[in-house]
């Protein structure tokens, strides 16, 4: 069974800096892996999605990296905002198009 | 513009009281798909549909049943609700690679 470990589990970082999130899945057989952004008492918004075949995606200050053989993702934040501060999740896409999420990471960025 | 929406966002009943949570998207995608997301562990899958008339159990399926008669809908049932389905529900959507949409959830609390 998939599982989905998100490191840290909480980060406060001052405004301006670059970051990165880490995430980590047991099975490497994926179908793709897409981080999303959880604000208090909100929804879920994605942020990047990154098929099984590529290796990252680019959006704007975020950037995403897949690597299957190590079952590793990373998200890298550039120039930090206090905007940017919510909780992110990694959820890892079986064949059958199910999520497995990790815990996630609680950002905080301090103005 | 294109969502997932859900409602009621917010319920509060009592415990064997029938409910239905609706879920529709506006997106034309195949693939629907009910999540619960409690303190201390995440999101897990509790039913998933691939097209009309298809669905399957997820990761927690006791105690709900879904349907998906149009490929629009998939409203998430609870025959006898009890307090250890209080939780914040969410619905997503997706075809083919394209990220998952998530609806903004639904707070059940039952009494």
């Known amino acids: 069974k998939q599982e989905v470990t998100q490191i840290p589990a909480a980060l406060s970082v001052p405004e301006g800096e670059n970051l990165v999130l880490n995430c980590s899945f047991t099975d490497s057989a994926i179908y793709n892996l897409q981080w999303f952004r959880q604000d208090p008492g909100k929804g879920l918004t994605s942020l990047l999605l990154?098929?099984?075949?590529?290796r990252e995606q680019t959006s704007g200050r975020l950037n995403a990296s897949l690597d299957k053989s190590s079952g590793r993702s990373t998200l890298y934040i550039a120039a930090s905002q206090p905007g940017d501060s919510a909780t992110y999740l990694c959820a890892v896409g079986g064949s059958a198009r199910q999520l497995t999420f990790g815990s996630g990471t609680q950002l905080t960025v301090l103005p | 513009e294109a969502q997932v929406t859900q409602n009621p966002r917010y319920l509060i009943t009592v415990t064997g009281k029938k409910l239905t949570v609706t879920c529709s998207q506006n997106m034309n995608h195949e693939y629907m798909s009910w999540y619960r997301q409690d303190p201390g562990l995440g999101l897990r899958q509790i039913y998933y549909s691939m097209n009309v008339e298809v669905t399957d159990k997820g990761d927690v399926p006791e105690g709900y049943k879904v349907s998906r008669k149009e490929k629009r809908n998939f409203p998430l049932i609870l025959e006898s609700p009890s307090p250890n389905q209080t939780s914040l529900y969410f619905c997503?959507?997706?075809?083919?690679?394209?990220?998952?949409?998530f609806g903004d959830g639904t707070r059940l609390s039952i009494l």
């Open positions: 997503a959507s997706t075809s083919g690679g394209q990220p998952q949409h």
């Open positions: 990154i098929q099984s075949s590529q």
